[in-house]
């Protein structure tokens, strides 16, 4: 190889966004094509650094806008390389038409998305917004809490979606600023174990096979379309859970770290339960701990991976709880929240009743307390003791004013 | 250095399309298909294509189908150039890397888009393609209008042409712009190569595609594209159009090397008067109406300037 190799201690401590930089530079990726924005802007920058010190061979093209760098990321992942590239809230939203497009067209690139509010207003801080408005788009979706899984699950993106069964692009996800510019103790792989383990990439359908020209993104119309997104659409809630329980099972055999589509906590006897992604997990786990010990039984339900919606994970996770809290770090406009609704279809089939009520909590990266976490566990428990929703389906939680609730 | 045809005369050069097949569902006269023909026919290369969505994605690629019998991409609207920009960086670099299946071909990067898909929508993407020095051509098949939507006014579209979103009628007539100056604005990136093309003069054409597959970095082709449907002609006149808008100087054949060196590719020997070129056209008709009389005068007038400023450009070396 014509590039160093780096050095690594066997703990770094890293912040999720240098920790997702790194994973990029030991999986090799063959182009990066991206466009700056906060919080996700190291990631990109830590890559561009590795580069100029000669860590890494490979093409990074800043490009004008991030619709261009999604656009150029298509191109080169047709062209048959391993490309990936990260963005943020207003940016993925200009994206976002590109991100069927990769999805359609059936290509492997990895994106990270650093969690963020959408505007307007404007806002600069961590919520899932942007996670939830691409929800649909095609794309396999990872969820990191900390910036250690920031590290893992950028190499487990890779191998799930270079898979060629999966052919689909994946995004890994991650708490804008409370995740991706908070550092703490990475454990890491050395370069050669880490790119061991993601493996060379495989060509297919590749344009640079002159011998095999291709065509990509033709046109289908009513005659074709509908088989084009069934078979699309199949494919990532057949192929791909199975896909990625195999990648966690071999990443596990290398490192000793386990993970889970639904990461389970205190679930085994839990009567009420919080179910989360990204940071608010951590907090949820602690607080459902406490709560233990003044006889609630609490359990809390972290989603690793929301695209394909783990249905019968979560089901099964569920099938003893009395209360579930689904806690949305969105505003659905209009609607529930896109993990009560889930969550609800998840059940919906099953003889499980549990009670079900939406929280809506931390838009622009407002804080979640553990003393909001403890009320809501106790509110839980008060459901089950009533037996019924005692409040209003969907709440607001630690927003100034009047109370906020409907339904 | 790239590998070009050897052409000797038209007979041979239309029966030598290996790469873009006449099964296609463009309309029976479209330019689109002989410029495209014209541009892939001057080389012998390996060739990596792109299409913004367009009167030539939605004819030539149509699932189960292709036209095209080199690799070939289509994305969307406005970014067929970034499309062909991030295929040219991933031959760069598993060349780099020495991952290349057939290390020794030397490919071509080529994308087509339409004025509306140029000029306006994807104008960002091929600025910043041409800013980044991709090596690639961006082909313009330029009908000056939005001819697969059905006829709606772009900033190629010119003063006085009656378009659905800019109709003629009892109190317009019409597009009331100029017709955005795409060569200046992309010579001014200082790209190595710009030039404008039509398809009646296939010698001039290729001269010029060979020239710019030749060069490294980006280069810019406009190349006149008449649209039976949109300028409203009989679809067995597009030749003869296109000859009433090179021998008018209302598309006037050019090239700018490096940003600055200016050539004047085709002198006519008898200028037509630009009347005659917007007579021939059904979008222009009303024109010819006695309260829209000084428009043709002021047509013929900015077309007399255009080229006198071109000459002087390309006296002076400027």
Redesign the interface.
């Known amino acids: 190889m014509a590039f160093d190799k780096m050095e690594l201690r066997d703990i770094e401590v890293w912040d999720g966004n240098f920790a997702a930089a790194q994973a990029m530079r030991q999986s090799q990726i063959d182009v990066v094509a991206a466009y700056p924005i906060t919080p996700s802007t190291p990631i990109v920058e830590g890559y561009a650094q590795f580069l100029a010190d000669g860590y890494i061979e490979g093409e990074f093209v800043m490009v004008e806008s991030e619709h261009a760098a999604m656009s150029g990321c298509i191109g080169a992942a047709a062209a048959g390389g391993r490309v990936a590239t990260a963005t943020s809230s207003q940016g993925l939203a200009l994206m976002s038409e590109t991100l069927y497009q990769a999805s359609g067209m059936r290509l492997p690139i990895v994106l990270n998305l650093v969690n963020r509010a959408l505007a307007s207003p404007l806002n600069v801080n961590g919520d899932h917004s942007d996670m939830y408005m691409v929800r649909d788009s095609g794309w396999i979706q990872f969820d990191a809490f900390c910036p250690q899984e920031a590290y893992d699950l950028n190499l487990i993106a890779f191998r799930v979606a270079e898979d060629h069964d999966v052919r689909l692009p994946a995004i890994v996800n991650q708490d804008g600023f409370m995740t991706s510019h908070t550092a703490q103790g990475v454990h890491t792989l050395t370069d050669d174990v880490a790119y061991g383990f993601v493996g060379e990439f495989k060509p297919m359908n590749d344009m640079l096979d002159f011998e095999h020209p291709v065509t990509h993104g033709v046109q289908t119309e009513e005659d074709w379309h509908f088989e084009h997104k069934a078979r699309q659409h199949n494919d990532l809630m057949t192929k791909v859970m199975p896909k990625i329980k195999e990648v966690f099972a071999d990443f596990e055999k290398l490192t000793g770290r386990k993970y889970s589509p639904v990461e389970k906590y205190d679930m085994d006897d839990a009567d009420v339960c919080v179910v989360c992604l990204g940071t608010s997990v951590e907090t949820a786990r602690e607080v459902a701990k406490e709560m233990r010990t003044q006889g609630i039984k609490a359990g809390v339900i972290g989603l690793r991976v929301i695209r394909p919606f783990p249905f019968f994970e979560i089901a099964e996770a569920l099938k003893n709880v009395k209360a579930i809290a689904a806690l949305d770090r969105s505003s659905p406009n209009g609607a529930a929240g896109m993990l009560f609704n889930e969550i609800a279809g998840s059940l919906y089939n099953t003889q499980n009743r549990a009670l079900l009520s939406g929280y809506i909590y931390g838009l622009g990266g407002r804080d979640l307390t553990k003393a909001h976490l403890v009320s809501l566990f106790k509110e839980l428990q008060a459901n089950v003791d009533a037996g019924k929703v005692t409040t209003q389906l969907q709440q607001f939680i630690g927003v100034r004013g009047p109370k906020l609730a409907y339904l | 250095m790239s590998e070009m045809k050897n052409i000797k005369n038209l007979k041979e050069f239309s029966t030598s399309a290996d790469r873009f097949e006449g099964a296609n569902l463009l309309c029976p006269g479209c330019a689109h298909s002989i410029i495209v023909r014209e541009v892939l026919n001057a080389t012998n290369d390996?060739l990596?294509l792109?299409a913004s969505t367009g009167c030539l994605?939605?004819c030539t690629?149509?699932?189960?189908y292709?036209s095209?019998?080199?690799?070939?991409?289509?994305?969307?609207f406005?970014?067929s150039s970034?499309?062909?920009?991030?295929?040219?960086?991933?031959?760069?670099?598993?060349k780099?890397?020495g991952?290349?299946?057939?290390p020794e071909?030397n490919?071509k990067f080529v994308s087509f888009a339409g004025d509306g898909a140029s000029y306006d929508i994807g104008f960002?993407?091929i600025?910043?393609c041409m800013?980044?020095g991709h090596n690639m051509m961006h082909v313009v098949l330029d009908n000056e209008v939005y001819a697969n939507t059905g006829g709606q006014r772009s900033s190629s579209t010119p003063i006085g042409s009656s378009a659905t979103t800019s109709p003629a009628g009892r109190v317009s007539y019409g597009e009331k712009r100029n017709k955005k100056d795409m060569m200046s604005i992309m010579a001014a990136h200082g790209i190595p190569y710009a030039a404008q093309v039509a398809p009646n003069k296939w010698k001039d054409m290729v001269k010029k595609i060979q020239h710019g597959l030749s060069v490294e970095g980006p280069v810019f082709i406009n190349a006149v594209s008449p649209c039976t449907t949109e300028w409203k002609f009989d679809p067995k006149d597009t030749m003869h159009i296109t000859d009433l808008a090179t021998d008018s100087l209302v598309f006037p054949l050019y090239e700018i090397i490096d940003g600055t060196e200016l050539n004047i590719t085709y002198r006519p020997k008898n200028v037509v008067p630009v009347e005659e070129y917007l007579a021939a056209q059904g979008r222009f008709k009303h024109l010819f109406k006695d309260e829209y009389k000084y428009l043709i005068k002021e047509w013929q007038e900015r077309v007399d300037a255009k080229w006198a400023y071109l000459q002087r450009r390309e006296e002076s070396r400027v």
């Open positions: 390996d990596v792109s994605e939605v690629a149509v699932y189960p292709t095209w019998d080199a690799s070939w991409i289509h994305i969307g406005e970014n970034t499309a062909v920009a991030g295929a040219e960086t991933m031959y760069k670099a598993l780099k890397k991952r290349l299946k057939q071909r490919p960002q993407w600025s910043g800013e980044r």
